[in-house]
């Protein structure tokens, strides 16, 4: 959308939207809205496997559909479509690669492939894969791919060593981190929004946001919330993933009367959320990839000018203590993470509010949106200048 504002003009291929669900969205299916439109931006969607209830079978196949499905049909709908670069936002699964590798070639132009996972380190520390033989046969297929871009934006500092040992050439790499879109402020909301009827006002509140995985280390956040279960202190969960089952009956089994499972909202309702909260948390599990991993999450907490609490290792944390902006455990320790909620909670509203500035102002340092896309649009020239 930012280099569309720019007066770019730009053509999005991707998939069928089904994440985290597993279940295509609403008005979307194999032969429904193949073609969309977002903001005057021309979006082909390409059928795919869904990931349905995201075994490893089903996330294999869903990988792999895009991968043909996409090559093909991107390459017949843009057929007659002129192009100067091609922009790949590579989270999970690597191979969304190959359609634009297969559009590099037949445009003859540069591709950027901006790397936000690294491959084969974040399948074996999900437990997706756990096979040698499997992981060494994914470190060659990203080998092959790396060995097909032109320039790899990395969205850590810590993903430059891996991704070179993988294959990357040094002089391909560029740090390039994410940032959140604009409605992603500070907000006060109005006395009658309806989101303050599902946040409790009593007690503090801690909020996580975003996807309940077997990354995110669900697991100590509900060690620290048992800890402090005769403590004020409210635990919000906004978000669904794999673990929101479990996340929901180990509430229910340990009677944890102050953890409250919202679901999914809008993106758009996120700041007004956030706003209620006192604290926001980010946890990792404690895993090499994940201290190499900014989690999203954490800029846009900062954004919003919201305090934030983490229990992570590496990066994450690295931001956070650095900005500021809050206190942070190490990855899976439920007891530190119940010390630094409870230290949290005790201070004035005065000095969290203060720490909320504090990563604020580190976000529009590190993170502000103009500074990188100016960064992403210089790189983009000076790889058609090369071509």
Known sequence: MALKERGHDVSVLTGMPNYPAGKAFDGYSWWRKRRDHMKSIPIIRSPLFLRRESKSWQLVLNYLSFAVSASVWGAWA???????????????????AYPAMVMRKLKKVPMLFWVQDLWPESLSATGSIQSPAALSMVQRLVKNIYQHCDLIPVQSQAFIEPAMEVGAEREKIRYF???????????????????????????????????????????????????????????????DGRRREWLEASVVEKKLDRVHVLGSRPLETMPSYFSLADAMLVTLR???????????????????????????NGEGARIIDDSGSGFCATSGDEVGLA?????????SPQKRQMMGDAGLAYYAEHFDRKMLIDKLESWMQELCIKS
């Open 78 to 96: 843009f057929r007659k479509k002129e192009f100067d670069v091609i922009f790949t936002f590579e989270v999970s699964p690597i191979t969304v």
């Open 177 to 239: 981190p994410n940032w959140v879109e604009s409605l992603f402020k500070p907000v006060s909301l109005e006395a009658g929004a309806s989101e303050r009827l599902e946040v409790p006002s009593d007690g503090f509140v801690v909020m996580f946001a975003g996807n309940l995985g077997e990354a995110q280390s669900i697991e100590t956040m509900v060690g620290a919330a048992e800890i402090l279960r005769n403590m004020p202190i409210h635990w919000i969960f906004l978000g």
């Open 286 to 312: 404690d895993d090499p990839v994940m201290m190499a991993t900014i989690p999203s999450k954490v800029q846009s907490y900062l954004a919003c000018g919201r305090p934030v609490i983490g229990a992570l």
């Open 339 to 347: 010390e630094v909620v409870l230290k949290m909670s005790q201070l």
